[in-house]
T-cell receptor, first 112, second 109 residues
């Protein structure tokens, strides 16, 4: 099984450009999450989707939008990238409710 | 805001020694989880301990939870070079996980 797959793995953007990070899971999980990880900090939740058809803001949603396309896919969009959005982005999923999270390998984004 | 705080921030030990990391948190939880992250990789789940459990073992890992002190510890026994990684605790409440900043563990050969 592939688990959680994120694309792209690396991306360099100029300030003001837009892009979408894609995430797909093949474990039939209900809940999906987008986090960002910055040096010296833990993961911070951007948005999550507790189930297909729902999305909610996390701790740091400003500058981002999400789409839960179907049960498998959860995308994260940066409409107008800023240098402060330079980070490593992780998608994760779990079956629903309390329990183990499964992570993708990360997408490393640099905004110049 | 970060709920979990790990201590120490960094730990360097000799191969074969035991490594202990601590995590403190602020609010009530359903469970507390520990994850490992190798450099440049995603996080991997290690162990979950529920709020009504006090201790849990998995292979060379031992986790304790003290809800009265709002703290947890992760013990890795007989460390190996492959244990070199960052370790994160995450508290699970209201169906969201909140993460600490992690402990960077280096195992010296």
């Amino acid at each position: 099984n592939a688990g959680v797959t994120q694309t792209p793995k690396f991306q360099v953007l100029k300030t003001g450009q837009s892009m979408t990070l894609q995430c797909a899971q093949d474990m039939n999980h209900n809940s999906m999450y987008w986090y960002r990880q910055d040096p010296g900090m833990g993961l911070r939740l951007i948005y999550y989707s507790a189930s297909e058809g729902t999305t909610d803001k996390g701790e740091v949603p400003n500058g981002y939008n999400v789409s839960r396309l179907n049960k498998r896919e959860f995308s994260l969009r940066l409409e107008s990238a800023a240098p402060s959005q330079t980070s490593v982005y992780f998608c994760a999923s779990r079956s629903g409710g309390p329990g183990e999270l499964f992570f993708g390998e990360g997408s490393r984004l640099t905004v110049l | 805001s970060q709920q979990g705080e790990e201590d120490p921030q960094a730990l360097s030990i000799q191969e074969g020694e035991n490594a202990t990391m601590n995590c403190s948190y602020k609010t009530s939880i359903n469970n507390l989880q520990w994850y490992r992250q190798n450099s440049g990789r995603g996080l991997v789940h290690l162990i979950l301990i529920r709020s009504n459990e006090r201790e849990k073992h998995s292979g060379r890992l031992r986790v304790t939870l003290d809800t009265s002190k709002k703290s947890s510890s992760l013990l890795i026994t007989a460390s190996r070079a492959a244990d070199t990684a960052s370790y994160f605790c995450a508290t699970d409440s209201n169906y969201q996980l909140i993460w600490g900043a992690g402990t960077k563990l280096i195992i010296k050969p």
